[in-house]
């Protein structure tokens, strides 16, 4: 036992190493060598959602429910794989437009407004009254039984829970500015969220390891024993399944609507990139948090603890067992876990009361003296407030219930943000009726069916009169209502809360129309916020009207500064701002404001000036005024990011300069605004005689026409010294897609490149040729043996004129003409098979000439022609059946010889496909502004698994040493260079089909 003025001391030297932890992170931030931002501190952070819940609770869940405390994390390990979707959309929006709470963040999505995100705030801070309450709880509980005095155990609670007060006003109200990221805040709590998980799991291994022999050990004795049970899910067990999901579900919302989480998750959020980490490494936190949970609960079932006493069996069963040391690390571990969630969930609420109702409650008192400082003093009051808040629910309520059911009644409370936030991101007719309906009538249930419990329960509110009358009728009962049994606790208050939730949102935004702010709010959130800028129409304001509003509150020389870096990024003057643009000034000033006061302040400051008299203007400018004084950025801050966005310039000036192509700017008369490094080399024309003059006489040879058109195109072209270019020209466009005037133009230099790829097609024609040559020296050297043979017979005969006559005169016999006629059928034969020769010869040679890279009006049922003549050589053709359809289709302007090597290449490839033989079926047809071209075989076909690698260089499907994997990524080539397409469709043993489409 440790006595009580000792635990003081350590509880607050505890605090004072998290202040000082917080203090050295805020210090190595200002010195720009921040050690919050990085995906693991972040990760760490949103560890704030294990309490003394997690560090206690779960235990005492496990001992008396079983497998049940694994939905409190099993739902947000599921709720963390939508995380890379849902809640970088969320942040992506909250840093827009600087929005700072949940209650903003939901009245903003329902045209910014003040009662929708009032209503939010109070359902949230009654809500999260038994949260806070249960870490007081704990506190108190394991204070009273690490010292061993329960005398007193009240006041020691009231002492803590003050102090635990003041520390979160040092954390989060030394000054007015909500706006501000907390980053010695953030890694407090990550520094706490390691000291809790290394707390745990020593004790964890000390009862699993010190007190039995492992777990199976542990394991093996439970299903032995009374409290096998628990092992198991369903009826009987402790655990229903319909009490299971609905508290998976109730956890699965809470990690992303306790106002704590939401201000770690989204607020505290320094880079987007962060959450990809952080929705692997907190489900693996959680994973470790809870490896020892089953054991402990079962260690201390099985050694003689009660399940009533089992929440502190973590700090009990070292200190029976004689480790004080070790209980006292389970105390430090369990304090640091409710400290964490008191001061961040203290800080949130604060904040939202701030901005959502004090702030504009006070708006007419801005003449009381001091009154910054009393806003100030207000907010940590607030503080003060909400924490001593949980207390009385803690000494008056909490007794009555474990940790685990204090903590689901504020898991319930949130999930009411559900309907209103998840389908205001998805779902564009929300409106604000619907949200505030929904959300009203779903906390009154929640508060009909677990609170007014709970209050009856703790004798506050007595069971008789009309109230006896509810509780007790079959209909209105809070624990079965509607008379419908078997929800469970939770889920018939979740069930019931939800529908209504659902059905007053749903229905309500159906039949009710959406204001202008609403419909704009509704694109800014579910779309993006540049289709919501169709919708603004003109405004009364002037520049001058939003820049006067802004130095009111920031300062003359940031309204300023504001308004110029609005009108640089438009690349206009003042005066010639459209309406439109003008209706952007002033959104961009709103969300400037939003930052520091809240976005339903923000949007009532910037309401059209008709609304309010130029007096009303005048009081209610003055009033925030006044608050905002201490909102304002620092002179130093502003330089900081100034210095910081010119080197992010001169960083992207550097890597244009050093890009390998030529990049050069050009405004709407064509001059020259940029010339790069590389435009020098390839022009050989410098920066400053570049600069100011136009295009057109710098480049002659660049076509004029396509530099007067606003579409971006790429061409390509020779120049008189023999140089190919490819230049790509672009328009500018603003942000919302209008025309802004100039051109960037990009210019390489291909030459080279060209030179490879016709090498590389002669190369891929003489493969080709190779290909063919075993084929065609057979068919050439069949005519030859039959001249050969022919040869042979006519040198047998005695074919000597005058021997033949003078034999014929001796010997009065006549010349036999059958000799002469087989001489004659020789002779033709001969001749026959000599032309065959030539022909194959010639074709090989027209095949294998330097092609010419012009494209010409071609027939291409000729070019077809040619390419079989070619082909049917090939020995393998014999087995092949071939069918050619081709109808009426014109001309085309291409290039012959490149489109013949496309022809032979597929060919030749169907021929390899079908050894066997089998049918080629080749059609050509007009489609639209197309002709199609189809090659289809009954081949062998191809995996589907490599279809998609088919077309690339040096891949093949045929046995080594069979094919060179060129074949089929020069026709790819050749087609794209046709501004045509090439698709191929196969399966193995079906045959393959390619389809071939050429502009006409």
Known sequence: MFASYNLFFIVLCYLLLLFAVAYYAEKKEKAGKSIVNNPYIYSLSLAVYCTSWTFYGSVGKAATSGLSFLTTYLGPTLIAAIWLVVLKKVVKIAKTNRITTISDFIGSRYGKSLSLSAIVTIVAVVGIAPYLGLQIKAIISTFTIISGEAKGSSAAGLFITLILGIFAIMFGARRLDSSERHGGLVFAIAFESIVKLIAFIIVGIFVTYGLFKGFGDIFDKIKDSEYSVLLFLGTGTGTDYSEWFALLFLSMMAIMFLPRQFQMAVVENYDESHITKAAWLFPLYLLLMNIFVLPIAFGGLLLGGAGKDADYFVLTLPLNYGKQYLSLLAFIGGFSAATGMIIVEALALSTMVMNSIITPALLNFHNAPKFPIIILNIKRLIILGIIFLGYFFAISIGEFYSLVDMGLKSFEAVTLFAPAFLLGLYWKKGTKAGAITGITVGFVVWFYTLIIPALIKAGIIKNIGLIGSMIDSKMLNPISLFGIKGLGKWGNSLFWSMLFNLMFYIGISIFTKQSKDEEIQSLIFVESYEKAKTLAHSSSYTVSDIEDILAQYLGKHEAKEAIRIFLLKKKRKQDELTSKELFELRNEAEKILSGAIGSSIAAIIFENKLVLTEKERGELSQSIKHITENLRLSRQELADANRELSYLKEFSENIIESAPIGITTVDSLLRVRYWNKEMEIITGIKKSDAFNNSLILLLPWIPGNALLENEPKEIVFHTPSHQIFKINISPFKDPSGYLAGGYIVILEDITEKKKMEEQLFQTSKLASIGKLTAGISHEIGNPLASISSLVQELMLLNLDHTATIQSSITLGKEFDNSEIDFINESLKTINSHIERIARIVRSLGDFARISSTEKTASNIS??????????????????????????????????????????????????????????????IKKAGNFIELIFHDTGVGIDESVMDKIFDPFFTTKPFGKGTGLGLSICYGIIREHNGTITAKSKKGEGTTFVIKLPI
């Open 862 to 923: 000729e070019i077809l022609d040619r390419t079989i003549n070619l082909v049917k050589y090939d020995k393998r053709f014999k087995n092949i059946h071939l069918d050619i359809e081709i109808g009426d289709i014109p001309r085309l302007i291409v290039n012959p010889d490149q489109i013949q090597q496309v022809f032979l290449n597929l060919i030749l490839n169907a021929l390899d496909a079908m050894p066997e033989g089998g049918r080629l079926y080749i059609k």
